[in-house]
C-alpha cells in the first residue's frame, strides 16, 4: 500500500466529520462564524477526496485538489472575518470560484512531469492562506482565549506548510513528493481539529459577551420601566407601589426616621373655582417646593390625589418638623421660578404638615396613620384661621 493514503483516508473522514459538527452546530439561524467554517471543510473534504479517488487520473487529481483548497482557504478567511462584521459568504465566494479554476488550471500545466514542484507550490500556497487567516485573527478587537488559540493553530498550521515546502525542495528529484512527507496528513487533521476548537471557543465566547450585553439592556430597560410605573407622571415623584419596593429595606433598618405626611390646602376649591389645570399646578407647586427640603436618600411618595408621603430615614423628628416647617418658604421660591419647564401656580398656596417618627417599636404603618392625624389637626387649625373661604385673613 502506498504511503501516503492512511494519512489522506484519515483526513478526508476528519474533514467530512468537522464540516457535519460545525453545519449542524450552525443549522437554521445559528452562528454565521460557524457555517462558513463548516462549509469551509466541505471544500477540504471535497479536495482530499479527489485526489484519494482520482489518484491515478493524473493530471485531474491535482487540479480538483488545488481547487477546491483555494475556496476552503478563502471560506476560512471569510469565517475569521464574520467574528467581527456581518459579511456575506456569497460574494467572495462566487469570485473565488471563478477565479480558481484558471488558476487552478495554469499551476498543475506550470508544473506537469515531477510532483514535488506542484507539492511545493500546492503548500506554499495554503502557507500564505494560513497566515492571511491568522492576521485576519489577531486583528480582530474580540480579545479571548478562542481567539488566541485559533490564532495560534493559523500560524502553526502555516508553518507547518512551510516546513514541507522545505522539506520538497531539499528532497531528492527521482523521491515522490508523498515518500518524502509520508504521514503527515496525520498532523494536518490534528491542527485542522484543534483550529476547530478554538474557533468553536472563540464563538461560544462571542455569543457569551452578546448575550451578556443583551442581558443588561434587558436589565435597564426593565429597571427604566419600573422606574417609569413608580413615578407619577405630574410631580415626578414616586407612587404608592414604590412604598411597597422599599419597605423590607425601611422595615429591617435599625436607624429608624421620621415620616412626613403632606396636604396641599383647599386644592378642591382650586379645582372647582378655577380648574384643574390650576389644580394641578398647585399640586406640583407643592410636590417642588417638597423636593427642595429632602435629601439624596430621602423618598417622595404622591400617596393620594393632594397629599405627599415623606420618608427621611435616619433623620429625627424633631429635625424633620423644622425642616418642613420651611415649605412655606421653598413653595414662594417654586413660584418666582422662571426656569424653563416651570408650572406654578402663582396665588396664594398653603399645605399642611404632619410628622412622626417611625422605627421598629413604632412601625411604619402605625407612624404614617400617626402623621396623618397630626397633618389634619393642621389642617383644621389653618382652615379655621382662614375662614370659610380659604384665603389667608388680612
Not at 514541507?164 to 528532497?171: C, E, G, N, Q, S
Request: proline share 5%; hydrophobic share 45%; net charge positive.
Amino acid at each position: 500500500m502506498e504511503l501516503w493514503l492512511p494519512g489522506l483516508g484519515v483526513q478526508t473522514v476528519a474533514a467530512a466529520l468537522l464540516s457535519a459538527i460545525f453545519l449542524y452546530l450552525s443549522r437554521g439561524r445559528g452562528n454565521r462564524v460557524l457555517q462558513a467554517a463548516g462549509i469551509a471543510w466541505s471544500f477540504l473534504f471535497l479536495s482530499v477526496l479527489s485526489l484519494l479517488l482520482l489518484r491515478n487520473a493524473s493530471p485531474w487529481d491535482r487540479q480538483f485538489f488545488q481547487y477546491f483548497k483555494i475556496l476552503y482557504i478563502v471560506t476560512m478567511c471569510v469565517a475569521a472575518i464574520r467574528l467581527d462584521r456581518d459579511v456575506s459568504l456569497a460574494k467572495p465566494l462566487s469570485v473565488a470560484a471563478v477565479a480558481s479554476i484558471p488558476f487552478s488550471l495554469i499551476l498543475v500545466h506550470q508544473t506537469a512531469g515531477p510532483s514535488a514542484a506542484f507539492f511545493g507550490w500546492h503548500l506554499g500556497i495554503l502557507a500564505i492562506g494560513w497566515l492571511i487567516l491568522a492576521v485576519f485573527i489577531f486583528q480582530s478587537p474580540r480579545a479571548g482565549l478562542g481567539r488566541q488559540f485559533a490564532g495560534l493553530l493559523a500560524l502553526v498550521t502555516a508553518g507547518s506548510q512551510l516546513i514541507y515546502v522545505i522539506v520538497l525542495a531539499l528532497a531528492p528529484a527521482a523521491r515522490p513528493p508523498q515518500q518524502t512527507l509520508g504521514y503527515t496528513q496525520f498532523l494536518d487533521v490534528l491542527l485542522e481539529m484543534l483550529f476547530g476548537i478554538g474557533l468553536i471557543i472563540w464563538a461560544m465566547e462571542d455569543t457569551e459577551r452578546r448575550l451578556a450585553a443583551l442581558h443588561a439592556r434587558t436589565v435597564d430597560d426593565t429597571r427604566r420601566s419600573q422606574r417609569r410605573a413608580w413615578l407619577d407622571p405630574l410631580t415626578e415623584t414616586h407612587n404608592r407601589f414604590f412604598l411597597d419596593e422599599i419597605r423590607p429595606q425601611l422595615e429591617a433598618s435599625e436607624q429608624g426616621g421620621s415620616i412626613v405626611l403632606i396636604d396641599v390646602d383647599g386644592l378642591k376649591r382650586i379645582n372647582d373655582e378655577e380648574g384643574h389645570e390650576e389644580g394641578d399646578k398647585a399640586i406640583w407647586t407643592v410636590a417642588t417646593g417638597i423636593k427642595k427640603l429632602v435629601r439624596g436618600n430621602d423618598h417622595v411618595i404622591r400617596w393620594g390625589g393632594d397629599e405627599f408621603l415623606v420618608i427621611l430615614p435616619g433623620m429625627e423628628e424633631e429635625l424633620a418638623r423644622k425642616r418642613f416647617y420651611m415649605l412655606p418658604s421653598k413653595m414662594d421660591e417654586v413660584k418666582q421660578s422662571t426656569k424653563p419647564g416651570s408650572k406654578p401656580y402663582t396665588k396664594f398656596l398653603a399645605a399642611s404638615v404632619g410628622v412622626h417618627p417611625y422605627s421598629k417599636r413604632a412601625p411604619l404603618d402605625l407612624a404614617i396613620s400617626q402623621a396623618d392625624r397630626v397633618m389634619y389637626e393642621r389642617k383644621r387649625a389653618h382652615r379655621e384661621l382662614r375662614g370659610p373661604g380659604g384665603e389667608r385673613k388680612p
